[in-house]
């Protein structure tokens, strides 16, 4: 009987539908296990290869924690709403929801033929009402909260509006936009409007003037990851830097607990370490620059305090409102220049592009307050308005970006040096010499002999006593900004009254997007929503334009999944309680940063408040790798239409040009194929080599620009979803990167081919034995099971295939077909082949699914030689082997040794003057 992948495969997914087989509900009598994807966003090109790794991987390690008595959680769902749908309703006039319809049975078309372990009457989208029915509850929630930082938590707003009553912001340690100070008097002095603009500088949600990412030809803000050096990613546009008027999700106010949180998660170092630099916590000294001439003081935030004497110069975020306060005249077309064009720069781009400088002079001084020296300011888009101050004092003695701007504009670069043995004293007396070879200022104060530790420790003492500043810790960390001019979006449950924002009724919940004439903004500039008819609330009242982005809809998916038909909250408490968290997370590095930092806010919230039992969401998260394209070359003779063959090409001037690599074959190329491929190539010619045509090839991104992308229908159409799975673990290591290279898929094929082929006769008949198996036989099954669990758990996918494809081979060489190996085998290689293994547990005679197979148990005896193969020599030269039991006594094995056949031509005639036995190594016997 033939393994009819094609068959086999329709069969079980069919049946596995039919059965419900991956249903799962909760059930106290077994413990949980919550395996978890980066959920899709489906565009209209579906999946390539690349895009299963991590699918795959997870429904393994699924399976693995089925078998083996788990009661496991693994959805999918679609992160559904998004820009590129919304680019192509204005191209098409086709409404959005339909494109992304349409995508999404294409997407789910494909996963089903690839045979995951997904409970789809799970599955959510982001663009459903009743999903963001959620995201609008939690940013209400949001809206209605504030942070404490005394309690470390958030806390209804109301408590707030009480403890402003009481006594104002005295005593009070609250996360804020600035630093406000009031009396209860003064409080409740103001107006209604006054209070609510006093509140937004507390809320969790809240508006604000913010420095964005805008893009004028698509109508709005767009994330720092859809923009690439000024560009958009999407289409190609301009993108300026512009203030605009956004929703903010405080997420700058769980730092430090996201700090704290990474104590307490199975991530790896490399990740947690991104993480810890994106939030970004600094302890230093803030201080006041007062300007020269002028009321104004500038609040700078140094790590460094004890290199205030190394301040050559002051630097000002672009965005600081400073600039146009400070600037001169003579310096104001200069400055309005460079502002125009640092427009143009995202804030990441500004941050990562370290080596390219730039900057102007304001025109302005500042005085260092501890010196009492003029120092210029300048502006420069190296410092952010959103981290410290948007102040700096640049030391270019002792910091590398401060030392390039310095190089640059021919600034002066002076090095604190604190000689040892000096006495302290005041700074105020510290006398500067400086070195005009090495750039060094010489200080004979207060810090002398002191370590760098010390003397930031000493300097921010100084620096209290002396009332110009005080300590801070800071965090690089920004609120998120939470507001997208788009249509195809979560609607804001907000409405405005008298331009204040107010959140809409509960029971009013979900707002559903409006229907609308064009997904364009407005003539007047609004978002699309403007063209909404009647897009006002309680007939009286406007609604919110903006929509809010991408990450509303991912921050909280994963609780969802635990209980997605609950209309009466986002997830139930028995749900959750049972849930708890994901044990097991597995999604792309991109994620490594936004997403993660999110996700893990949104549910540090919900957690303050009771909503969900556990603080951190993800406790194991595994990053996959890239599946990379293996891209293929033709060799276009340089002016004419003629190709010569790689191993030809040296004869000839050539350009290489892409090929589809799905017109090539083990990088031999299909002419007809490909003179049908292009127009241009119908009349083409080709120089060959041995009668075949031979491209060239390199790793690259898969892409479509490139033909190299791979449609995993292809694959399953002439090998199986089974082999697909193998060969994509088998790949190589699931957290590295690796090429796509159909070359070796064959041999996984042939691998399934052979496990098939255990179970069948010479006529092709199933038979398996009943007989008990052989020592050899139950060692390499049992080998198989030891390496194969081990690897599982270390998510060491490929050398489990390795370690199947050495068992079959040994059980095939045995000519195995014992139930007693057959069966365990079966369940074992269930996970990673599900399809062959349905149909090969039915063919056994077994009732139910593979699925609830217990995974075999390793037994170590299997593994215990009995025998060992002597080596025996004669002299020291080693002449022949004996094969003798492990415990037999070294009487036996001498008596054994004398009477071997092959001994005698070495003993004729001499005397055996002694055998030397060392147990389970050697036998030497010495005749003379």
């Not at 500039?525 to 007939?539: C, F, S």
């Not at 199947?804 to 990673?832: D, H, Q, S, W, Y």
Request: proline share 5%; with cysteine.
């Amino acid at each position: 009987m033939e393994y009819n992948f094609k068959a086999i495969e329709e069969k079980w997914q069919k049946q596995w539908v039919k059965d419900k087989t991956y249903k799962v509900d909760i059930d106290k009598n077994r413990p949980k296990f919550y395996v978890l994807d980066m959920f899709p966003y489906p565009s209209g090109a579906g999946l390539h290869v690349g895009h299963p790794l991590g699918y795959i991987a997870s429904d393994i390690y699924s399976r693995y924690k089925r078998s083996n008595g788990f009661n496991v959680l693994h959805p999918m769902g679609y992160d559904a709403y998004g820009l590129p749908a919304e680019q192509y309703a204005i191209q098409t006039g086709q409404h959005p929801a339909i494109t992304t319809e349409k995508n999404l049975n294409r997407y789910r078309e494909q996963l089903d033929k690839i045979g995951f372990c997904y409970d789809w009457d799970r599955e959510i989208r982001t663009c459903e009402p009743d999903y963001y029915h959620w995201t609008q509850w939690a940013f209400m929630k949001m809206f209605d909260s504030y942070y404490c930082n005394q309690a470390k938590q958030a806390r209804p707003i109301c408590e707030l509006k009480e403890a402003f009553c009481s006594v104002g912001t005295n005593g009070l340690d609250l996360a804020g936009t600035e630093d406000l100070e009031f009396t209860a008097g003064e409080w409740k002095a103001k107006s209604a409007k006054e209070q609510d603009e006093i509140l937004l500088n507390y809320r969790l949600a809240y508006l604000a003037d913010t420095m964005v990412n805008w893009c004028p030809a698509l109508g709005t803000v767009l994330a720092n990851d859809e923009v690439k050096e000024g560009i958009s990613v999407r289409g190609g546009h301009p993108v300026e830097q512009k203030i605009m008027r956004q929703w903010l999700l405080r997420v700058s106010a769980y730092s430090e607990r996201l700090l704290e949180g990474l104590d307490n998660v199975d991530w790896t170092d490399s990740l947690k370490e991104i993480q810890r630099n994106w939030i970004g916590k600094s302890e230093g000294a803030e201080m006041k620059f007062k300007v020269k001439d002028s009321d104004i003081e500038m609040d700078i935030f140094t790590t460094r305090a004890d290199t205030v004497f190394g301040v050559t110069f002051m630097v000002l975020a672009p965005e600081s409102e400073l600039v146009q306060q400070l600037t001169t005249p003579e310096q104001k077309e200069a400055v309005e220049a460079y502002l125009e064009e640092t427009k143009k720069r995202t804030e990441r781009e500004r941050q990562s592009e370290v080596k390219k400088v730039s900057g102007v002079f304001s025109g302005a001084y500042a005085i260092n307050p501890l010196s009492g020296e003029e120092i210029p300011i300048w502006v420069g888009d190296y410092v952010l308005a959103g981290y410290g101050t948007g102040a700096i004092m640049a030391v270019p003695g002792h910091d590398s970006r401060d030392f390039a701007f310095a190089r640059h504009f021919n600034l002066p670069i002076l090095q604190v040096v604190i000689p040892e043995g000096e006495e302290a004293t005041d700074p105020a007396t510290w006398e500067d010499s400086k070195d005009s070879k090495a750039g060094t200022m010489i200080n004979s104060g207060f810090l002398n002999g002191l370590s760098v530790p010390e003397a930031i420790a000493q300097t921010k003492e100084y620096i209290r006593e002396k009332k110009v500043g005080d300590v801070k810790v800071n965090y690089r960390l920004r609120d998120a900004i939470f507001s997208r001019q788009r249509y195809w979006g979560e609607p804001f449950p907000v409405y405005y009254k008298d331009n204040m924002p107010h959140m809409v009724d509960e029971a009013d919940l979900p707002l559903q997007l409006p229907e609308i004439d064009k997904f364009l903004p407005t003539e007047s500039g609004e978002p699309p929503l403007g063209r909404a008819k009647n897009w006002v609330y309680k007939d009286a009242y406007p609604l919110e334009l903006n929509t809010m982005p991408g990450f509303a809809g991912s921050s909280a998916y994963y609780l969802r999944y635990m209980d997605p038909k609950n209309d009466k909250a986002l997830v139930g408490k028995e749900a959750n309680e049972y849930w708890q968290d994901v044990d097991l997370y597995i999604g792309g590095t991109e994620h490594a940063t936004g997403h993660l930092i999110y996700s893990r806010f949104w549910n540090k919230f919900l957690f303050d408040y009771g909503y969900i039992v556990k603080d951190e969401p993800y406790k194991k998260l595994i990053n996959q790798g890239m599946i990379q394209g293996r891209s293929n070359f033709v060799y276009r003779i340089n002016g004419t239409n003629k190709f010569v063959s790689l191993n030809l090409k040296g004869d000839y001037e050539t350009t290489a040009i892409h090929v589809d690599v799905n017109i090539v074959s083990n990088d031999v190329l299909d002419i007809e194929k490909f003179q049908n491929w292009n127009p241009e190539y119908k009349d083409a010619e080709f120089i060959l080599e041995d009668g075949k045509y031979v491209c060239g090839w390199a790793v690259e991104k898969m892409s479509k620009s490139m033909f190299n992308v791979v449609n995993p229908d292809d694959i399953i159409e002439d090998y199986g979803a089974d082999t697909l799975r193998l060969y994509e673990m088998f790949l190589g290591p699931l957290e590295q990167s690796k090429p796509w290279d159909t070359n070796g898929i064959d041999g996984v094929h042939k691998f399934l081919r052979k496990t098939w082929r255990l179970f069948f006769n010479n006529n092709d008949e199933f038979e398996v034995s009943d007989d008990k198996a052989s020592k050899d036989e139950l060692k390499t099954l049992h080998k198989a099971i030891r390496k194969i669990t081990d690897d599982i758990e270390k998510f060491s996918f490929n050398t489990c295939v390795s370690a199947f494809m050495i068992c079959v081979n040994e059980l095939g060489a045995l000519k195995c077909n014992k139930r007693e190996i057959l069966e365990p085998l079966t369940a074992l290689l269930a996970p990673f082949a599900p399809h062959l293994s349905e149909e090969l547990w039915s063919l056994l005679g077994k009732t139910g699914t593979v699925c609830d197979a217990e995974w075999p148990e390793f037994v170590a005896s299997h593994l215990v030689e009995s025998t060992f193969s002597y080596p025996v020599s004669f002299n020291g030269k080693m002449r022949f082997k004996l094969e003798m039991p492990v415990d037999a006594p070294n009487s036996e094995i001498e008596e054994a040794v004398k009477n071997h056949e092959s001994a005698q031509k070495w003993i004729e005639g001499k005397t055996i003057r002694k055998i030397i036995i060392v147990p389970k190594k050697i036998i030497n016997v010495v005749v003379g």
